[in-house]
């Protein structure tokens, strides 16, 4: 089955800096999602990759999907408080349900 | 619109009891999926329900859950007897095409003691 990796598995970072974290699959993506989830809440999506080498931007957040090597990033520009969560990459694994990494605890320092 | 609602937020029971916890997807959502994250683990995928149809029950643990979905509307999840092993975070999602853009609900947060 496939499964997702997550680097770091947590992130602590000064408000205004920039930030990555990427998500490895063991097997072909062909579909990569990024989610939010803040403690308490639900996972909010942020945003779905679907072909090598898209990228999809949301106010300062940028994600990248690079098929070949079976990875995708998330970049966090100029860090907000508001950023603070954890993030998850999941892909689709067969055709109805997602597969998820362990998850990235992304702590902004004021 | 409405989101993804589940209910209880937390539920805390002894080993051996029964709980029964709920979801109600967004109205229209034919595609519901169930997932649990255990402590320290990943979150992974239970079931997925198409109306009142169980499409892909691969995910559940073993025969003490059993997942039900009336009328293709809310579907609920009952954990009958409960184990130490079952506490984590169950969370509901439901979509209107599978399995792209899930939109998922708070959670519910599940203690066995």
């Known amino acids: 089955s496939q499964e997702l990796e997550q680097s770091p598995q947590s992130l602590i970072v000064q408000e205004g800096k920039n930030l990555t974290i990427n998500c490895t699959s063991s097997k072909t993506l062909y579909g990569l999602y990024w989610y939010k989830q803040k403690y308490g809440e639900g996972l909010i999506f942020l945003m779905m990759l679907q072909k090598g080498g898209e990228e999809k931007s949301h106010e300062k957040i940028t994600a990248k999907l690079d098929e070949k090597k079976q990875q995708s990033s998330l970049h966090i520009t100029a860090s907000q408080p508001s950023h603070a969560g954890i993030y998850l990459c999941g892909a689709v694994q067969g055709a109805q349900k997602l597969v998820f990494g362990q998850g990235t605890r992304l702590t902004i320092n004021p | 619109e409405a989101g993804v609602t589940q209910f209880p937020s937390h539920s805390v029971i002894e080993k051996g009891q029964t709980v029964t916890l709920r979801c109600d997807p967004i109205?229209?959502?034919?595609?519901l999926y169930w997932y649990r994250r255990v402590m320290g683990k990943e979150i992974k995928f239970l079931l997925h329900?198409?109306?009142?149809?169980?499409?892909?029950e691969s995910g559940m643990p073993n025969n003490r859950f059993l997942a039900e979905r009336t009328g293709g509307t809310y579907s609920t999840l009952k954990v009958q007897p409960a184990e130490l092993e079952d506490s984590g975070v169950y969370f509901c999602?439901?979509?209107?095409?599978?399995?792209?853009?899930?939109?998922f609900g708070p959670g519910t947060r599940l203690t066995v003691t």
């Open positions: 329900f198409v109306k009142e149809s169980k499409q892909d």
């Open positions: 109205s229209g959502h034919d595609n």
């Open positions: 999602a439901s979509s209107q095409v599978s399995p792209y853009e899930q939109y």
